[in-house]
């Protein structure tokens, strides 16, 4: 079952069939994510073939991991398998 922690913490967790995997990151349904643990964050980036994508910052216990979950909120056709899903990175370890 795919999992995602920080700060010895869950933030995500669904299973395997659930999940999409996108250029070797796991991207879980928002439903599976804790809401507790992201808050808006303001950065944005674009990528060619995904689109725009968004941030959150990953909190656990008061501490705040900037800018580490990325999701696309109108994801091009060419991934349209990965809107409302949420991505990790910046030190949340995700097995799978």
Not at 12 to 31: H, I, K, R
Not at 44 to 64: E, F, I, L, M, R
Request: include cysteine; glycine fraction near 8%.
């Amino acid at each position: 079952m795919p999992t995602a922690t920080w700060n010895g913490a869950v933030i995500a967790q669904a299973a395997t069939a659930d999940v999409e995997v996108v250029e070797g990151n796991v991207y879980f349904p928002l439903s599976a994510v804790r809401p507790e643990c992201l808050t808006p964050s303001d950065k944005h980036t674009v990528c060619p073939w995904k689109g725009a994508a968004s941030y959150y910052n990953v909190v656990v216990d008061g501490q705040v991991n900037g800018d580490a979950a990325w999701f696309y909120p109108e994801p091009k056709e060419a991934a349209k398998q990965i809107a409302g899903y949420v991505a990790f990175w910046r030190g949340v370890q995700v097995v799978s």
